[in-house]
Nanobody, 123 residues
């Protein structure tokens, strides 16, 4: 079992930056692919970014490519999402997720989820 807790959300003006953190506990963190997802009001949850256990593979949704950066520190059992050049359409609840061991990075296969952190971007 893996427990995930997100932090770092808040209110920011368009063009600003935020860094989300996802602290993991439970099983060995570096065996798991980590991902970030988001859900805006009235919309389905969507994939944002994912990172392999080593950090060597990273994939992003087209909507955030070039603006967001996913990273991880296995020594601290923490994953991050650096969000720059934020837009009002980035407003959503952001969720951290982890796969079972052995899964390749992608948009599916996530078993463990955090409770989410709100990001609001004002225009």
């Amino acid at each position: 079992q893996v427990q995930l807790v997100e932090s770092g959300g808040g209110l920011v003006q368009a063009g600003g930056s935020l860094r989300l953190s996802c602290a993991a506990s439970g099983r060995t963190f570096n065996n798991h692919v980590m991902g970030w997802f988001r859900q805006a009001p009235g919309k389905e949850r969507e994939f944002v970014a994912t990172i392999s256990w080593s950090g060597g593979l990273r994939y992003y949704a087209d909507s955030v490519k070039g603006r967001f950066t996913i990273s991880r520190d296995n020594a601290k059992n923490t994953a991050y999402l650096q969000m720059n050049s934020l837009k009002p359409e980035d407003t959503a609840v952001y969720y951290c997720a982890a796969t079972p061991p052995g899964v390749v990075p992608g948009r599916t296969g996530y078993q463990y989820w955090g409770q989410g952190t709100q990001v609001t971007v004002s225009s």
